[in-house]
């Protein structure tokens, strides 16, 4: 920083450079400076660069940053010492911060909350006086205001209403989204801890495997540490706590007990809290460590499954719940509310905001809820790194091969051996090229395949024309709203369809070789496992197997070996087996595997603790799903209901009341207001729009339910669509 200082003409540049770089150091609160790399990794580094270089585009940019650094600070200098003097007033708070891994002070970071409730709250101000300047100039004052009346002794206030009426907005305004900022600072650390607490949590019981097979197999406690701390990518924020623990050893040169009781008291987590008071008297006592971590993996796994049952429970409560307040109390409402306005006692405006408003909103607010509580699921894993790295790409001509001129544009050192390398190498593109554009005309499908939502790149343009091409043909005879209802009814539903049938098909399919690749890995860790008790090298198991072909993995088991007998390390080969499959499951076990084959050759308890890994989450999965079956159906039956009623009231009773009415028009009978705007059509037309709606929120909420992903839900929306849909074109 001092060079760079030095460097720049600019004072405030200068300023900006050492704020950067002091939120780059501080970013992490578990990166510290040390001899080795002065506390910055390669990748802040990297980072480091990017923002510069980013700051350097726009000078007045760096000003203004500068500014609002010093303007944060305000608080800090004004209330910092009252604060330090409250400090048992926020170790809360502190512990909060820390847990969540946010790299700050308490003392900062309420100057923090300060400042920026504080721009809030004159943002607040603004919005005040402006709604103040609308209310009283532009719209007026309403009635129930201006015609205010007090007592002779305070009549004299009546002048200054509008003052009085603007402080009162304005000030609502300032303390209500001041407060709100300020409150959503002192929620944030809280919220972040939880978050991380459980993901560590969910984490736990596979970093402690992967912990029991490493020093199972010879790794002292430290190294496995080091290991585990390595893998952040494959067993998340469990690796982040414990690379607090290398952290400490390494850079404040903490002995090991040192370093695991300052982990075990920062920790959100009380069961990583558990795991390592716990290890602390094995270690003291001299107790076995391998066994320890036997212990605890499966004493983890065991909380697993009771917290999915419990978990379970409480989806089975919301499905009943949503059944009854989605699905059979708007039903209800919806009968009680078409009666009435039939009977002329009523009007159809809570029937609309049911089946508009209460039916979406309510099932997208259980969706949310179910996705909160659902334990998080952490998506695709990231490629492992491999030590030798294949490059299939389409190649470039060396530079020494390439065409040379002279001055006056001749070619220079062209010799025959040059031209016939050189074709070589032309022709050896040229087939990669052909290669590449055969691949794709053979499986063009393969990008929607590796991610669905690629889908909506074709299906959202073509579903807006489909719906906007023939309006604005027809636009002009399509003046009466219902005619316009009715024109564009069909065009909706056909958009929807264009949209969700590829986007379920390609996710279905992606989603059901990725179970059936899950299912048969267990079987293919075990099988492993007992090639290697017969004494046989993990090479010789993998070949052995790459003759069978009974199941899914077959194939892939064949390029594992294809990529070994062409020279490949037995590591590499299964780093890319796991790099094709990407899934959490075959990362975590594989990554396991390579660990322990490069700390010790004797894998073989390895794979059969990586084998009941695989066996036990699996196993969880298929509960979660039979478990859940049951209240799809009652989702799936409960919608039937509700579009079997409204069709029933729509062909018997409303078919009825509008013959009935009919009748009394002919006659010239006076109703009193009873059947006397009674359209059928529009009723109709409004039971359609609510049975698709339903059929809509009711397949996204089977899709949450029973396998955790609302995509999932697609499938069960298609075809509860379709039915509501063609129940109401084609039989009413």
Excluded: C
């Excluded at 801890?193 to 790794?219: C, N």
């Amino acid at each position: 920083m001092t060079e760079i200082n030095e460097s720049s003409e600019n004072p405030a540049e200068n300023a900006q450079e050492d704020i950067i770089e002091e939120e780059i150091i501080s970013e992490d609160d578990l990166s510290v400076q040390g001899p080795e790399n002065d506390g910055i990794t390669d990748k802040k580094k990297k980072r480091s660069k990017k923002l510069k270089k980013g700051f350097d585009v726009d000078p007045y940019v760096k000003k203004v940053a500068v500014y609002v650094e010093i303007l944060k600070k305000i608080p800090y200098v004004l209330i910092g010492d009252k604060i330090k003097a409250r400090k048992d007033t926020y170790e809360n708070l502190q512990k909060q911060l820390n847990q969540a891994r946010i790299p700050i002070s308490h003392e900062m970071y309420i100057s923090n909350a300060i400042f920026y409730s504080i721009v809030a709250g004159i943002a607040g101000a603004l919005i005040g006086l402006f709604l103040t300047y609308t209310l009283i100039v532009l719209v007026g004052l309403p009635d129930q205001i201006t015609n205010l009346t007090f007592s002779p002794r305070f009549a004299w206030l009546l002048a200054f209403k509008e003052i009085f009426l603007g402080l009162f907005i304005t000030g609502l305004f300032i303390v209500g989204m001041g407060g709100l900022v300020y409150g959503l600072f002192m929620l944030l650390p809280g919220f972040q801890a939880s978050e991380r607490k459980a993901k560590i949590d969910m984490q736990l019981p596979y970093a402690v495997t992967f912990m029991y097979a490493l020093s199972k197999g010879g790794m002292n406690i430290i190294d496995v540490f080091k290991a585990i701390s390595e893998s952040e990518d494959t067993y998340g924020e469990v690796s982040k706590e414990i690379d607090a623990i290398v952290r400490d050893m390494e850079y404040f040169g903490h002995d090991l007990r040192t370093a695991l009781s300052n982990a075990s008291e920062i920790t959100p987590s009380d069961r990583f809290q558990d795991l390592i008071y716990n290890l602390l008297t094995v270690i003291d006592s001299g107790g076995n460590i391998p066994n320890y971590f036997r212990d605890k993996s499966e004493q983890y796994l065991i909380k697993a499954e009771v917290d999915q049952k419990g978990f379970l429970e409480t989806l089975g409560l919301l499905a009943e719940s949503y059944v009854t307040a989605f699905v059979a109390g708007p039903l209800f409402i919806i009968i009680m509310g078409v009666m009435m306005a039939v009977m002329g006692s009523g009007t159809t405006t809570m029937v609309y905001a049911i089946i508009y408003a209460v039916l979406p909103i309510g099932s997208i607010m259980f969706v949310v809820m179910i996705s909160i509580i659902t334990p998080t699921e952490l998506g695709e894993p990231k490629l492992l790194p491999t030590n030798e790295t294949l490059d299939h790409g389409t190649p470039d001509v060396p530079s020494y091969l390439k065409q040379t001129y002279d001055e006056n544009g001749e070619l220079v050192d062209e010799t025959e051996e040059k031209v016939q390398n050189r074709g070589f190498f032309e022709g050896f593109i040229k087939s990669k090229k052909s290669l590449a554009l055969k691949g794709i005309a053979l499986n063009p499908l393969k990008p929607m395949l590796r991610e669905p939502l690629t889908t909506l790149v074709i299906t959202i343009p073509l579903a807006l024309f489909v719906v906007l091409f023939p309006l604005l043909l027809n636009i002009n005879r399509l003046q009466n709203p219902a005619l316009l209802v009715d024109f564009i009814d069909d065009k909706i539903v056909l958009a929807m369809f264009i949209i969700i049938i590829p986007l379920s098909i390609f996710h279905e399919i992606k989603t059901r070789r990725k179970k059936k690749l899950e299912n048969s890995f267990p079987e293919f860790m075990k099988k492993l496992a007992s090639t290697n008790e017969t004494g046989m090298t993990l090479r010789d198991s993998i070949r052995l197997m790459a003759k069978s072909d009974t199941d899914t993995l077959s194939k892939e088991i064949r390029k594992i070996w294809h990529d070994i007998f062409w020279g490949l390390e037995i590591n590499d080969a299964l780093i890319r087996f796991a790099n094709r499959l990407r899934t959490q499951v075959v990362t975590r076990s594989l990554s396991l595997i390579t660990k322990a084959n490069e700390s010790s050759g004797d894998i073989g308890e390895v794979l059969l603790v990586a084998a009941r890994d695989a066996a036990s989450e699996q196993g969880m999965k298929r509960e979660r799903g039979m478990s859940m079956m049951i209240y799809i159906v009652i989702i799936y039956i409960s919608f039937f209901v509700f579009v079997g009623v409204i069709f029933v009231i729509s062909t018997t009773f409303l078919t009825e009341m509008a013959e009935a009415g009919q009748q009394m028009a002919s006659s010239g009978s006076q109703t009193g207001g009873f059947l006397g705007s009674f359209d059928l059509e529009a009723y109709t037309r409004l039971f359609k729009h609510a049975s698709i709606i339903q059929g809509l929120s009711s397949g996204l909420m089977a899709g949450a339910m029973g396998e955790g992903n609302v995509m999932s839900g697609l499938k069960h929306a298609t075809i509860m669509i379709g039915i509501g849909y063609a129940i109401f074109t084609l039989f009413i």
